[in-house]
């Protein structure tokens, strides 16, 4: 039986079911059958009772950053180019991964067990700088756990809690060993067009279950992106594009805009999912390396 929370978990209405067709524009009207429709309609069909969607519904696939900032973060401008370097000082020793797996426990009580990585482990996919400037200081380590976003909704799961000086509360890393990558069932999109880019994230989902924030690409040099819908009976297929783009000169330049998506019915338990890439849209984090946005 389906388990997928995500929505729900946002306040959401329960899932309503629509028929596979229709590509409509926020807000209401149609746009016209031509290869992007095609290809929405594609990456509907082919995740519809896929395994690939079992398998997002059934077992644990995070949204979002595994990582959890401390309270605060961060103090000054040295501390928030430390991080994003990937510059830490490490100052303390460092457990060793517990022998017994970690529960992972959502808020209907369903629980699933996965091996735990060493804090070595999640340190070292946060230390990844080699940089000179300034660094982040961690002076201990203990496991906890953390509350993430993940395909069946939010849940609480083990995490390593790293001590960050000058910090009261800890930096928070996932420690929960990933499991199998998913072999999606469609392929992305070779190459961008102005009529379908990939979507950069999914920023919120308003109460009613009908009303998504994306965070959509465009350029320096055009009217902003546009996001079309496709509702399915088990997804939501969102394309988006660049409109009016200029023939001129133009600077090379990735921007990103949010962009309201309006749905026929609640998103429910339905997958959103990008046409461009053919897989979930991942959710768009507060503190995350995006693109430029105005």
């Not at 994003?84 to 529960?103: E, I, S, V, Y």
Request: charged content about 25%.
């Amino acid at each position: 039986m389906r388990s997928c929370k995500l929505l729900v978990t946002l306040g959401l209405v329960a899932a309503a079911v629509v028929g596979c067709g229709d590509l409509s524009v926020p807000g209401g009207g149609h746009v016209r059958d031509d290869d992007t429709a095609e290809r929405a309609r594609r990456v509907a069909a082919a995740w519809e009772g896929s395994e690939t969607a079992r398998a997002w519904y059934q077992d644990y696939y995070l949204l979002g950053d595994p990582v959890q900032l401390p309270d605060g973060a961060f103090h000054n401008d040295a501390d928030k180019r430390a991080y994003a370097a990937q510059n830490f000082d490490l100052r303390t020793p460092l457990p060793d991964a517990p022998k017994k797996p970690g529960r992972i426990r959502w808020t209907d009580g369903e629980a699933l067990s996965f091996p735990l990585t060493s804090a070595r482990a999640a340190y070292d996919k946060l230390d990844r700088g080699e940089n000179p400037g300034p660094a982040l200081t961690v002076t201990g380590a203990r496991l906890g756990d953390m509350t993430v976003l993940t395909s069946r909704g939010k849940a609480t799961v083990p995490a390593w809690l790293f001590t960050v000086k000058g910090y009261d509360t800890p930096l928070k890393r996932v420690a929960v060993t990933p499991p199998k990558p998913l072999r999606f069932p469609i392929g992305a999109v070779q190459q961008e067009t102005d009529e379908l880019v990939p979507l950069y994230g999914l920023n919120t989902v308003a109460r009613d279950g009908r009303t998504l924030t994306v965070l959509a690409k465009h350029g320096a040099c055009d009217d902003g992106p546009a996001v079309d819908v496709l509702e399915a009976e088990g997804s939501v297929v969102l394309s988006a594009s660049i409109r009016g783009t200029s023939d001129g000169p133009c600077t090379s330049q990735a921007l990103a805009k949010k962009v309201t998506v309006k749905l026929r019915r609640p998103v429910g338990e339905r997958i959103l999912l990008d046409a461009f890439t053919g897989r979930p849209v991942p959710y768009e984090e507060p503190y995350s390396a995006s693109p430029k946005s105005r």
